[in-house]
């Protein structure tokens, strides 16, 4: 009997933060891809493109979210609609390109960290024990 999988989704740390506050509800590509129904949301280690001071938690998975809706631009990219976001305890992961899975029992919901904004997140999970990293100075 096969474990139950989620399928991860990487991207920019300051990104997913955004999601985890309800300020960003739509994940654009540049490739289509069949991404539906959950998805884990991990940060990425690349810091290289976080506005400066931002605080992130680079290689760590952080939210679960769904996937509703999914449409081109006009620019090309695809835009991936997002709901029904939920926190979860963070947690180490190794990001590769393209599609992978990871084990769904890694997976601790946290909906008392739902709905903060980023600063209040980034507080809570820092007296948690997480280290978050400052961005570089570009």
Known sequence: MDEPRIQP??????FLLAILAGKKKTEYRTRKWNLSG???LAATRNTKEIPQGQEILPGYAMAVVSVVGRHQETNGEWAYELSN???ITPFPIRG?????YTALERVDYRPE???LTTE???EKMKREGFRFVKSPKI
């Open 96 to 100: 590769y390109a393209g599609i992978y």
């Open 120 to 122: 209040a997140y980034v």
């Open 38 to 40: 959950d998805l884990l």
């Open 9 to 14: 989704l990487s991207l920019r740390g300051d």
């Open 85 to 87: 976001i939920r926190a």
């Open 113 to 115: 960290l739902e709905g």
